[in-house]
């Protein structure tokens, strides 16, 4: 009786053990996971800031007035055309009032997530 007592508390052990090492494993990939989105994202933003960089200079080389950034909020990138006397923005690609928009949207969605948990 002893011996078989033994054995079920053997048993529950390495059930127990079990578990513990797949939670563990499950954490250590979920973490992963979350480490390669978290490259992946800077990644992306890089090359998109190489690549307006490589347009503004070439822009600056045919002595045209654009105007280049990356909006961060929205990761989006901005072209800005500007009167060359006066540097005044004649017109803007996206526009102002959509980067605003889509800023509004961002927050709503992340409002309607929040409620609907």
């Known amino acids: 009786m002893e011996k078989d007592i033994k054995n ?3 048993i529950a052990s390495y059930m127990n053990y079990e578990a513990w090492k797949t939670n563990a494993t499950r954490g250590v990939e ?3 996971r979350r480490v390669a989105q978290e490259e992946s994202k800077r990644s992306e933003d890089r090359n998109v800031e190489k ?3 490589q347009l503004k ?3 600056e080389r045919l002595n045209v007035e654009l105007k280049l ?3 961060r909020e929205s990761n989006t990138v901005v072209v800005k055309v500007l009167d060359p006397e006066t ?3 004649i017109r803007q690609i996206p526009e102002e009032e959509l980067l605003e928009i889509r800023k509004r949207m961002k927050e709503l969605i992340g409002v309607l997530y929040d409620r609907e948990s």
């Open 30 to 32: 979920t973490e992963r």
């Open 87 to 89: 540097k005044k923005i």
């Open 57 to 59: 200079k070439a822009i």
């Open 51 to 53: 690549i307006v960089d």
């Open 69 to 71: 950034d990356v909006d």
């Open 8 to 10: 079920i508390v053997n």
